[in-house]
């Protein structure tokens, strides 16, 4: 059979002359478009909800950049974690190679919002108001009568709608619910901020869920980009078995297949028009396959119509397929989850010791001691202290390694909620206590009277 060599150089989206070619996907359904439909509702479930549930009082998950302040889990996180954000990003980063490598890009198809967003709210309003696929050729072809007024404009009128919801949710995780409850129940002008940014998200999600669509995946997400470098031949993907398949062919009545030399792929096109992003999977693994699964249920419909074994397409890597053997983990993905599980617990350690009250301690810079009396030295320090909790934060100082003692200098250190403090305070130490002229301390940190943190440092004296 003479191989058609196009999809290499040219995108099934864009015609020759570098015009989009919209993509009419026929409707899927079968098997594995039930499982994503019911793994959506869930996925839908808690990203609407997201931003109104609490823990401890505080968001599931807030990122609040203009502000500097990040909720993950209700645990609330600071600049100052930023070691914590970085250990995480490479994490997620690790995460994202091993399960590319692995499994492909199944996170596309079946958890990312875009797809969710896309395949299963926007798409099937669009087939509930328009028809499936041959409805909407028909009517994309039509004059502007009634019809096609009235089914584009409450199309686009839904869209707009569910994008305000969608933009809404999205300012809820920057700005925290309450703030954006505000900004919705007051007037304009006393919010004018918000709105316009309300405005900006809820533009821009309707035009990639009503026009860009497919083309996000294939051009814009870098993540798509990335997999043609993360994937081998060992990556589990949406595969045909083109061993199995070829030599494609029609079916014909009473025909011998086998003498007739042809596979069991019978060229029905099915897989081809329940695609979302227009490909033909036939082809091999494509930039533009985002591992929806919608042909492997086309196919699996058509093979069980004509009698014949399902899984013609089907999740496999193309090892396995070529040899004819069961899908296991390669050294490189072994080694990756090594990495990955080294990182976890590094990340669970640094997070269970992670303390409420973070404090620094420095001897104010180009100080020595001063003498206080003629038994008596004192030393002064620098106190930085950070409050990570929600609630102010009474902090006091105690000695708990030397005999010494703590003077503060000004204000009592009274922290306000997620605040910060800087201060200063003295040690004070009679000379017959003092060891060496660098005297070892230990400081004890107290947030209403427990103990948060322990602090080192020394105390210069006179000997
Ligand atoms: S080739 Fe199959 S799995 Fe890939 S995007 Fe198209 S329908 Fe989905
Ligand atoms: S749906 Fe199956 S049988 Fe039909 S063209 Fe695609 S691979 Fe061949």
Same mark, same amino acid.
């Given at each position: 059979?003479?191989?058609?060599?196009?999809?290499?150089?040219? &995108?099934?989206?864009? #015609?020759?002359?570098?015009?989009?070619?919209?993509?009419?996907?026929?409707? %899927?359904?079968?098997?594995?478009?039930?499982?994503?439909? @019911?793994?959506? @509702?869930?996925?839908?479930?808690?990203? $609407?909800?997201?931003? $109104? !549930?609490? *823990?401890?009082?505080?968001?599931?998950?807030?990122?609040? *950049?203009?502000?500097?302040?990040?909720?993950?889990?209700?645990?609330?996180?600071? %600049?100052?974690?930023?070691?914590?954000?970085?250990?995480?990003?490479?994490?997620?980063?690790? $995460?994202?190679? &091993?399960?590319?490598?692995?499994?492909?890009?199944?996170?596309?198809?079946?958890?990312? %919002?875009?797809?969710?967003?896309?395949?299963?709210?926007?798409?099937?309003?669009?087939?509930?108001?328009?028809?499936?696929?041959?409805?909407?050729?028909?009517?994309?072809?039509?004059?502007?009568?009634?019809?096609?007024?009235?089914?584009?404009?409450?199309?686009?009128?839904?869209?707009?709608?569910?994008?305000? &919801?969608?933009?809404?949710?999205?300012?809820?995780?920057?700005?925290?619910?309450?703030?954006?409850?505000?900004?919705?129940?007051? %007037?304009?002008?006393?919010?004018?901020?918000?709105?316009?940014?309300?405005? *900006?998200?809820?533009?821009?999600?309707?035009?990639?869920?009503?026009?860009?669509?497919?083309?996000?995946?294939?051009?814009?997400?870098?993540?798509?980009?990335?997999?043609?470098?993360?994937?081998?031949?060992?990556?589990?993907?949406?595969?045909?078995?083109?061993?199995?398949?070829?030599?494609?062919?029609?079916?014909?009545?009473?025909?011998?297949?086998?003498?007739?030399?042809?596979?069991?792929?019978?060229?029905?096109?099915?897989?081809?028009?329940?695609?979302?992003?227009?490909? #033909?999977?036939?082809?091999? /693994?494509?930039?533009?396959?985002?591992?929806?699964?919608?042909?492997?249920?086309?196919?699996?419909?058509?093979?069980?119509?004509?009698?014949?074994?399902?899984?013609?397409?089907?999740?496999?890597?193309?090892?396995?397929?070529?040899?004819?053997?069961?899908?296991? !983990?390669?050294?490189?993905?072994?080694? @990756?989850?090594?990495? &990955?599980?080294?990182?976890?617990?590094?990340?669970?350690?640094?997070?269970?010791?992670?303390?409420?009250?973070?404090?620094?301690?420095?001897?104010?810079?180009?100080?020595? $001691?001063?003498?206080?009396?003629?038994?008596?030295?004192?030393?002064? @320090?620098? *106190?930085?202290?950070?409050?990570?909790?929600?609630?102010?934060?009474?902090?006091?100082?105690?000695?708990?390694?030397?005999?010494?003692?703590?003077?503060?200098?000004?204000?009592?250190?009274?922290?306000?909620?997620?605040?910060?403090?800087?201060?200063?305070?003295?040690?004070?130490?009679?000379? #017959?206590?003092?060891?060496?002229?660098?005297?070892?301390?230990?400081?004890?940190?107290?947030?209403?009277?427990?103990?948060?943190?322990?602090?080192? /440092?020394?105390?210069?004296?006179?000997?």
């Amino acid at each position: 059979m003479e191989e058609n060599n196009t999809y290499r150089d040219q &995108l099934s989206t864009v #015609d020759s002359k570098g015009k989009r070619v919209w993509v009419f996907p026929k409707k %899927p359904w079968g098997w594995w478009y039930n499982k994503r439909k @019911y793994l959506s @509702y869930v996925l839908l479930a808690f990203l $609407f909800a997201g931003p $109104f !549930l609490r *823990i401890n009082g505080q968001p599931l998950l807030m990122l609040n *950049i203009l502000e500097r302040h990040f909720v993950i889990l209700g645990q609330t996180f600071h %600049p100052q974690d930023f070691h914590l954000f970085a250990l995480a990003m490479i994490t997620l980063v690790v $995460f994202i190679i &091993l399960f590319t490598v692995v499994f492909g890009r199944l996170f596309c198809g079946w958890v990312c %919002p875009q797809t969710i967003f896309m395949e299963m709210v926007f798409r099937r309003i669009e087939y509930w108001i328009e028809g499936d696929w041959k409805d909407q050729m028909r009517l994309k072809k039509a004059p502007w009568n009634r019809e096609k007024i009235l089914k584009k404009g409450s199309k686009n009128l839904i869209f707009w709608l569910i994008s305000f &919801l969608i933009a809404n949710t999205f300012l809820a995780y920057i700005i925290g619910s309450e703030a954006l409850i505000e900004i919705v129940t007051s %007037p304009v002008t006393e919010h004018f901020g918000g709105f316009v940014a309300i405005a *900006i998200f809820t533009t821009v999600f309707f035009a990639v869920f009503s026009l860009a669509r497919e083309q996000v995946c294939t051009f814009i997400c870098p993540y798509g980009r990335l997999q043609s470098v993360l994937l081998d031949k060992n990556s589990l993907v949406v595969a045909y078995d083109h061993i199995r398949g070829e030599n494609r062919g029609k079916i014909r009545k009473n025909e011998d297949r086998q003498a007739a030399e042809k596979g069991d792929c019978i060229d029905c096109n099915l897989c081809v028009n329940v695609c979302p992003t227009g490909i #033909d999977i036939r082809n091999g /693994t494509q930039l533009e396959c985002i591992n929806c699964t919608a042909c492997i249920d086309a196919c699996d419909h058509m093979m069980e119509k004509v009698g014949m074994e399902k899984g013609l397409v089907r999740f496999a890597s193309s090892e396995t397929i070529e040899k004819k053997t069961k899908f296991t !983990l390669t050294g490189r993905a072994k080694a @990756y989850s090594m990495v &990955l599980l080294g990182l976890l617990v590094l990340m669970s350690a640094l997070l269970i010791t992670r303390t409420d009250i973070e404090a620094t301690v420095l001897r104010t810079r180009g100080t020595l $001691f001063t003498k206080m009396d003629d038994v008596t030295y004192s030393n002064i @320090y620098d *106190i930085a202290v950070v409050n990570k909790t929600n609630e102010e934060a009474p902090i006091h100082l105690e000695i708990l390694e030397g005999n010494a003692e703590i003077s503060m200098i000004g204000n009592e250190l009274l922290i306000e909620a997620r605040g910060e403090h800087t201060g200063k305070f003295m040690i004070l130490m009679k000379k #017959d206590q003092m060891k060496s002229g660098k005297n070892e301390l230990k400081i004890g940190v107290f947030n209403n009277n427990q103990l948060e943190e322990t602090i080192s /440092t020394t105390f210069i004296g006179p000997i």
